[in-house]
């Protein structure tokens, strides 16, 4: 028997990512657009045209589509927020208690106070499906070395190394948002990915240290910042990230995952544990596994295997985190990144920043 399409709407279809899940959502086979409406950054975009070209209903903000869905004037099973950071906290509460799924795009807030107050209002909407878009975690280099964290394969990790550096163009700035602080920034609109996919691997960050480094575009935001990091189950590690510099070191630059984006290859992040290591994008594991115990040290040629690639295959992670979004609409899931689990990568940001303002480690607050 045939399942009926999941009718989903889209706010902020105009932005970066929001084209990219408009084109998800007309290319999914269990889809289908219910309705476009502006962000607060669409006002001088098409998206009164695109909705006429697609031939569905256009309006000018949520609370109109809300009224037309409590209406009964139009059909809608979820929602994508693709809109400014700092809208998604308030947006999301205007849905909260329709019975909608919602996808929120990350990060699902901008502060940990903000974050709990959305928790509080979504956490008694029984009959509401939220759902927050690191989409990361359906890229197949993410589940290939979760994998082999999971699998034991690595042995116990003791540190993670990573780098995240582009040149973001000027253009970009040029949506007011994007240079305000606790709107845009690095550590907000970036670093927040990697956060979320290394707790995703390896739980719990409690404590950071930050550095920033020199500003050199006239905006307040922050754009250059080394992290130290310590994970409640034992690892440390660091984390580089800077859009201000001419560098192909990047996660999309490594994984191609962004067409919009070159493609270098060049190494992003690496796990190194006491049975072995492995490396985005290459997914090469070093190990020692077929050698005796007294000739597994660094006197001993190491083994590489390649087995994690497996796990790799071209279904772009977006179209990907959709699927899984429609199933969790279906009530077929439960959804990959639950508010709460989206919140602990808000609340290793905040303690970034309060950490940049003290100069000294801070412990990462927890619901």
Same mark, same amino acid.
């Given at each position: 028997?045939?399942?009926?399409?999941?009718?989903?709407?889209?706010?902020? @279809? @105009?932005?970066?990512?929001?084209?990219?899940? !408009?084109?998800?959502?007309?290319?999914?086979?269990?889809? #289908?657009?219910?309705?476009?409406?502006? &962000?607060? @950054?669409?006002?001088? @975009?098409?998206?009164? /045209?695109?909705?006429?070209?697609?031939? #569905?209903p256009f309006f000018k903000d949520t609370l109109d589509f809300i009224e037309a869905y409590k209406a009964g004037s139009l059909g809608a099973d979820a929602i994508i927020l693709a809109t400014p950071t700092h809208t998604h906290v308030p947006l999301t509460k205007q849905l909260a208690g329709l019975g909608l799924a919602?996808?929120?795009?990350?990060?699902? %807030?901008?502060?940990?106070?903000?974050?709990?107050?959305?928790?509080? %209002?979504?956490?008694?909407?029984?009959?509401?499906?939220?759902?927050?878009?690191?989409?990361?975690?359906?890229?197949?280099?993410?589940?290939?070395?979760k994998h082999a964290v999971d699998s034991g394969s690595l042995g116990t990790v003791v540190g993670v190394n990573g780098v995240w550096t582009w040149r973001k163009s000027e253009s970009y700035f040029q949506v007011p948002w994007r240079q305000r602080v606790g709107a845009g920034g690095v550590i907000l609109t970036n670093?927040?990915?990697?956060?979320?996919? !290394?707790?995703?691997?390896?739980?719990?960050?409690?404590? #950071?240290?930050?550095?920033?480094?020199?500003?050199?575009?006239?905006?307040?935001?922050?754009?250059?910042?080394?992290?130290? !990091?310590?994970?409640?189950?034992?690892?440390?590690?660091?984390?580089?990230?800077?859009?201000?510099?001419?560098?192909?070191?990047?996660?999309?630059? &490594?994984?191609?995952?962004?067409?919009?984006?070159?493609?270098?290859?060049?190494?992003?992040?690496?796990?190194? /544990?006491?049975?072995?290591?492995?490396?985005?994008?290459?997914?090469?594991?070093?190990?020692?596994?077929?050698?005796?115990?007294?000739?597994?040290?660094?006197?001993?040629?190491?083994?590489?295997?390649?087995?994690?690639?497996?796990?790799?295959?071209?279904?772009?992670?977006?179209?990907?985190?959709?699927?899984?979004?429609? %199933? &969790?609409?279906?009530?077929?899931?439960?959804?990959?990144?639950?508010?709460?689990?989206?919140?602990?990568?808000?609340?290793? #940001?905040?303690?970034?920043?309060?950490? !940049?303002?003290?100069?000294?480690?801070?412990?990462?607050?927890?619901?």
């Open positions: 028997m045939l399942k009926p399409k999941i009718r989903i709407a889209i706010a902020g @279809s @105009s932005g970066v990512i929001g084209q990219r899940h !408009l084109q998800h959502v007309l290319e999914e086979q269990d889809a #289908v657009l219910a309705a476009i409406m502006l &962000a607060i @950054s669409d006002c001088d @975009s098409n998206v009164p /045209g695109v909705a006429k070209q697609l031939n #569905v919602v996808l929120i795009e990350k990060p699902v %807030a901008t502060s940990a106070t903000e974050g709990r107050d959305l928790l509080r %209002a979504c956490q008694d909407d029984e009959g509401g499906v939220y759902m927050v878009g690191h989409h990361r975690r359906h890229h197949g280099q993410v589940r290939a070395v670093a927040i990915h990697e956060i979320d996919m !290394l707790q995703y691997w390896l739980g719990d960050i409690s404590e #950071v240290y930050a550095l920033e480094g020199v500003k050199t575009r006239p905006f307040p935001v922050d754009s250059t910042v080394q992290i130290t !990091l310590k994970f409640a189950s034992g690892p440390i590690g660091s984390f580089f990230l800077s859009d201000a510099t001419t560098s192909g070191t990047s996660w999309e630059a &490594a994984t191609g995952e962004n067409p919009d984006f070159p493609v270098t290859g060049e190494p992003t992040l690496s796990l190194f /544990g006491t049975r072995g290591s492995i490396s985005i994008p290459s997914l090469t594991r070093f190990h020692y596994d077929n050698r005796p115990d007294a000739e597994k040290n660094w006197n001993f040629p190491l083994e590489m295997d390649d087995t994690a690639r497996q796990l790799l295959d071209t279904v772009p992670p977006f179209a990907r985190q959709l699927q899984h979004f429609i %199933a &969790a609409t279906r009530r077929e899931v439960e959804p990959n990144c639950s508010i709460s689990e989206a919140l602990s990568a808000v609340f290793v #940001v905040e303690a970034i920043f309060k950490s !940049l303002e003290s100069h000294s480690p801070v412990a990462v607050d927890r619901l």
